[in-house]
């Protein structure tokens, strides 16, 4: 009986984010639907995805969202990685949030299968009456959530609304999100580390040291396995589950690194600091950074607290010795 009750009584996204609206009674519920609209998304470019034709999905994206319904008053500015300028909503049909999206990050990928993912965050506007891009250029550390949807052997959604970092996994013949992963703490330590080591010629001083311990440790521990997938959504979801570091330093070639700020290194760096991490850009906190235009760009290095401390002290003394 008890695993009937357990298989009628599922914890679905839905339910788990309306629970977490019923801790802000004052709320109206428009984050829960922002929020829900997200999932819809997510659902549709999972579906899409799955099949050959999506090409067809990009064609799709507009003004409405992609279950063609009018967009709801929730969003008041959108900032996608696919569209230059930010996308203010009519003012008739303005929100109090912004959502800052990589609707399709990995996709150079997707010929050969390897998971691609959505990944997103969530502002508040700073003042309703008065709307500007600035409200857009906010450093992460303003962010309400974030989250990101990883389309691979099975589609998950990771999702945070600042009380811990929570897994769900979509069920194809529910079509709901189920929670699978609650309350995700990333490892302390790990024994990964994750970067694209054909740039290591034209590494700075710390991340060549950082990557040599990880390879030829000299303190008796066992070398690091690399694991790269190329894919931030499913190299990010390794590590938060596995543990370890994830980077994408800065280079001579990119000083500031590939990434890019609003909606790669802040919704990620959200997301392991709420699981128990860290994310250091080599200079600072990636949350503190205040982003000046909406596609620039940052190196980062996120994962287990611990070994970031390792990177953050070898950037500090690198510093140190000028
Ligand atoms: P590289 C994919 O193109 C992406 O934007 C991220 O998903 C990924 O982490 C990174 O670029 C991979 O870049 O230079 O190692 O191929």
Known sequence: HQAETNRTDLMTITRFVLNEQSKYPESRGDFTILLNNIVVGCKFICSAVSKAGLAKLIGLAGETNVQGEEQKKLDCILVSE??????????????????????????????????????????????????????????GNQMLAAGYCMYGSSCTLVLSTGNGVNGFTLDPSLGEFILTHPNIKIPRKGKIYSVNEG????????????????????????????????????????????????????????????????????????????????????????????????????????????????????????????
């Open 199 to 322: 740039n290591a010629n034209n590494w700075d001083e710390p991340t060549t040291k950082y990557v040599q311990k990880c390879k030829f440790p000299q303190d008796g521990s066992p070398a690091k396995s690399l694991r790269y997938i190329g894919s931030m959504v499913a190299d990010v979801h390794r590590t938060l589950l596995y543990g370890g570091i994830f980077m994408y330093p800065a280079d001579v070639k990119s000083p500031n690194g590939k990434l890019r700020i609003l909606y790669e290194v802040f919704p990620m760096s959200y997301l392991m600091e709420q699981a128990g991490g860290q994310a250091f850009t080599g200079k600072q906190r990636a949350l503190d950074l205040v982003p000046r235009k909406l596609h620039e760009r940052s190196p980062i290095f996120l994962g287990s607290y611990d070994d970031i401390e390792q990177i953050k002290e070898l950037y500090a003394s690198s510093k140190a010795d000028g």
């Open 82 to 139: 696919e569209v230059e300028e930010a996308i203010f909503v009519p003012p008739s049909n303005r929100g109090k949030y912004i959502v800052v999206f990589d609707p399709l990050d990995g996709s150079s990928n997707i010929d050969c299968g390897v998971s691609i993912g959505t990944i997103f965050g969530i502002y508040m506007v700073k003042n309703e009456a008065k709307v500007s891009l600035e409200d857009a250029l906010q450093p």
